[in-house]
């Protein structure tokens, strides 16, 4: 126990080993395309999207008692504390009964990939980046029309100077480990996803070994 996933992780066989859920960070600027290119892999793949930013509205609308603290930091563009973040998608993973994720708009800053690691020990299986101008993003942002109280102007440019200064490091961290698929997201919704599934269909044919827990080594 003690583990994101808890007894539910043992194979179905009863042996000792534990199998971590597989786990893909989806990383880009805002409106980059993050979210609609999930719902394609989702389709596409058997992956169940997790976007820390819908977890974190939808605790707002439950009438949380972090609610107002979070819609208040969202307003500002800023990154809510990871202990939040983290219990949300944790949450979600136990709830979901599958075992591959796509986790969407996270981590978010050096604290959001720390904290992630020594709560839940798993690390990524690679982290897809979409890589998208400014202006374009603006534009998208500018034009989603979902109501959200964070696509206004002033909003939107705290959001790029935070994903300049906290998330951006935090791709260059997985660029050191070879972990970053990097996306061209300026193009159309259907380019993009051919070359989101070409990443798919590399990484489904490499073999990742079970994780073996130390009772039976
Ligand atoms: P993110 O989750 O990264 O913030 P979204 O997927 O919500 O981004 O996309 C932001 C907006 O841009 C949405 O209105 C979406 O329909 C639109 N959009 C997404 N991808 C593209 C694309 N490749 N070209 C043009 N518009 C796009
Ligand atoms: O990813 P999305 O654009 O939906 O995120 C919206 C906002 O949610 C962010 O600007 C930030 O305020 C908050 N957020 C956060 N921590 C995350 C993801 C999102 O605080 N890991
Ligand atoms: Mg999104």
């Given at each position: 126990m003690g583990t994101v996933l808890g007894a539910a992780n043992k194979e179905a066989n009863g042996s000792a080993l534990e199998k971590k859920p597989t786990v893909v960070f989806v990383l880009g600027g805002?409106?980059?395309g993050k979210g609609t290119q999930c719902a394609n892999i989702v389709e596409h793949f058997g992956y169940t999207h997790l976007s820390a930013g819908d977890l974190l509205r939808a605790e707002i609308k439950s009438g949380s008692e972090n609610g107002t603290m979070i819609q208040n930091m969202i307003k500002e563009g800023k990154i809510v504390p990871s202990e939040v973040t983290i219990k949300l998608l944790q949450k979600a993973i136990q709830e979901s009964?599958?075992?591959?994720?796509?986790?969407?708009?996270?981590?978010?800053n050096e604290e959001n990939r720390a904290a992630f690691e020594n709560v839940t020990k798993i690390e990524p299986k690679f982290v897809l980046f979409f890589d998208c101008p400014e202006e374009e993003m603006e534009r998208r942002l500018l034009s989603?029309?979902?109501?959200?109280?964070?696509?206004?102007i002033e909003t939107i440019r705290k959001r790029f100077k935070v994903f300049l200064e906290s998330s951006l490091p935090v791709v260059e961290h997985y660029e050191t480990k070879e972990k970053v698929r990097k996306?061209?997201?300026?193009?159309?919704v259907e380019e993009v996803f051919e070359a989101v599934k070409a990443i798919f269909a590399l990484e489904n044919d490499k073999v990742t070994p079970p994780v073996s827990s130390s009772s039976i080594l």
């Open positions: 805002p409106g980059s009964g599958n075992d591959k994720f796509l986790i969407d708009g996270f981590p978010r989603r029309n979902q109501g959200r109280e964070d696509d206004n996306i061209d997201a300026a193009k159309t």
